[in-house]
């Protein structure tokens, strides 16, 4: 409703190009939160608006960076805006390998291409060792 107020009123006006084509037309933020557990936008589209999103966090004992979620507009989607925030939170963890902890169904074939590819080297599923310190971690803390 108030992006509808916006445009009319003239405030909110869409950049020349009708949509966002390039990866050139894309920025993206710093990354947001600690080395530890950080946030990284993309930002661009015809306002200028935030069309893609991850969420990562390191975990000392491993070489790896646990991607929780990696959000795209789907109107900006097969533009390789997601593989870019892929690579820029592997440039801030420092870490070597990205392993997603949840997949959602419409985002296999995603992972297994970029697994297949090899562009960014991606392991797929936890280790046991892993999954014990994320149960560890997420343990009720008694007060």
């Given at each position: 409703m108030?992006?509808k107020m916006?445009r ?12 966002c ?6 920025s993206y ?10 946030i990284i936008k ?15 966090e390191t975990f000392?004992p491993?070489d ?8 795209v507009d789907?109107q900006?989607?097969k533009r390789?805006i997601?593989?870019?925030?892929l690579?820029r939170?592997?440039q ?7 392993v997603?902890?949840s997949i ?8 297994s291409?970029?697994a297949?590819k090899?562009e ?8 046991h060792?892993?999954v014990q310190a994320l149960?560890?971690?997420?343990r009720?803390?008694k007060?």
């Amino acid at each position: 409703m108030f992006v509808k107020m916006l445009r009319r009123s003239g405030l909110l006006r869409p950049r020349e190009e009708t949509h966002c084509s390039r990866e050139a037309d894309v920025s993206y933020s710093e990354p947001i939160g600690s080395c530890d557990l950080f946030i990284i936008k993309g930002c661009g589209g015809r306002y200028g608006g935030e069309i893609g999103r991850i969420v990562a966090e390191t975990f000392a004992p491993t070489d790896c960076c646990y991607v929780m979620d990696v959000l795209v507009d789907p109107q900006h989607r097969k533009r390789g805006i997601a593989t870019k925030l892929l690579t820029r939170a592997l440039q801030h963890s420092g870490r070597a390998t990205l392993v997603p902890v949840s997949i959602e169904r419409d985002a296999i074939a995603f992972w297994s291409r970029l697994a297949i590819k090899g562009e960014l080297q991606v392991r797929l599923g936890l280790m046991h060792n892993e999954v014990q310190a994320l149960r560890y971690a997420m343990r009720p803390i008694k007060l």
